[in-house]
């Protein structure tokens, strides 16, 4: 028997950082080995960091919406056209990327306690692993990800989940697959209906009044949606002529972003026209304002008139 332990013990040899009697006692110390204590704690914040990156990138690319990007893809700045095209094929393989991100983020996650298990007592490595994930791994990354840089941080990584799908890609392809089969593999980019699309266009008119409302309105080239003054009454009836106009940036959000009242107005009318007929907007006849052909245009009928 101590033979055999002595030949298992000649072939099987631990690295130094990873041994037990490496150090003074059972934890690696600076003192004791510093090479392994550095490697261990190099190697520990560098999970830390994966973890962050896998979780952030779960939740800023799996979040982000294809109808929205085909929108930025057409209708977008150049900048964000080129975002939109990195990610649009990243995105539309779903179970494939949601595999791979998981698949590393939760090896980072497991393999974090180990390492640090090396350098400080277990229950500390249990404490401080949850604590770096909680804020590390998952708070911070989920804000930074989804917050305003969410577009530009998500298309600069997409060479980055390239490569860990390609590494990933004989786990993650068959697994991916089966989510395909069961769940359902159908993907594609969701419409909407007219009635959601007239929801949409109500609430965009409805955020731009609240906007017009806190901000500073007295620029005449923007009058005030909602309310129908002589003023844009005028400017709408009888525009300047071309050569007092002043020139107008298309990419102005400032007023390309508004949606007028005659505007909201026209484009429900215009997604209704497959569904209404001429009997739901005709004036019954029994109730149609009619004057006698002899009748004289006074000031009593002129109130009769408007009145009707």
Not at 35 to 54: K, N
Not at 180 to 193: A, E, I, N, Q, T
Request: hydrophobic share 50%; aromatic share 6%; net charge negative.
């Amino acid at each position: 028997m101590a033979s055999l332990g002595a030949l298992f013990n000649g072939h099987a040899k631990v690295p130094d950082f990873l041994s037990a009697e490496s150090g003074c006692g059972d934890l690696v110390t600076v003192a004791c080995d510093p090479h392994g204590f550095y490697v261990a704690l190099a190697v520990s914040v560098g999970l830390v960091v994966v973890a962050g990156i896998m979780a952030g990138l779960t939740m800023g690319l799996l979040s982000l919406d294809q109808l929205n990007l085909e929108i930025l893809q057409t209708t977008g700045s150049a900048t964000e056209q080129t975002y939109a095209r990195r990610l649009l094929p990243v995105v539309r393989q779903h179970h494939l990327l949601l595999v791979t991100l998981l698949f590393f983020n939760s090896i980072a996650n497991e393999a974090l306690p180990v390492f640090l298990a090396r350098i400080v007592p277990e229950a500390y490595a249990v404490v401080i692993s949850v604590s770096c994930v909680l804020f590390f791994g998952e708070i911070i990354p989920a804000a930074i990800f989804t917050g305003k840089a969410q577009l530009p941080i998500a298309a600069a990584l997409v060479p980055v989940v390239r490569v860990l799908t390609f590494v990933a890609f004989p786990l993650a392809w068959p697994v991916a697959k089966a989510l395909d089969f069961v769940l359902g593999d159908d993907h594609d980019v969701s419409r909407y209906k007219r009635n959601q699309l007239k929801a949409l266009v109500a609430l965009h008119h409805r955020k731009s009044l609240n906007q017009l409302k806190k901000s500073d309105t007295s620029h005449a080239s923007v009058p005030l949606l909602g309310k129908k003054t002589s003023t844009s009454y005028e400017a709408t009836t009888h525009p300047p002529h071309p050569t007092d106009a002043q020139p107008v940036d298309s990419d102005d959000e400032s007023t390309s972003a508004h949606l007028h009242n005659d505007e909201v107005a026209i484009i429900h009318g215009a997604m209704d026209m497959s569904t209404k007929t001429v009997q739901m907007i005709m004036t019954p006849f029994d109730k149609v304002f009619m004057l006698d052909v002899e009748e004289k245009l006074c000031d009593t009928v002129m109130v009769r008139i408007l009145a009707s």
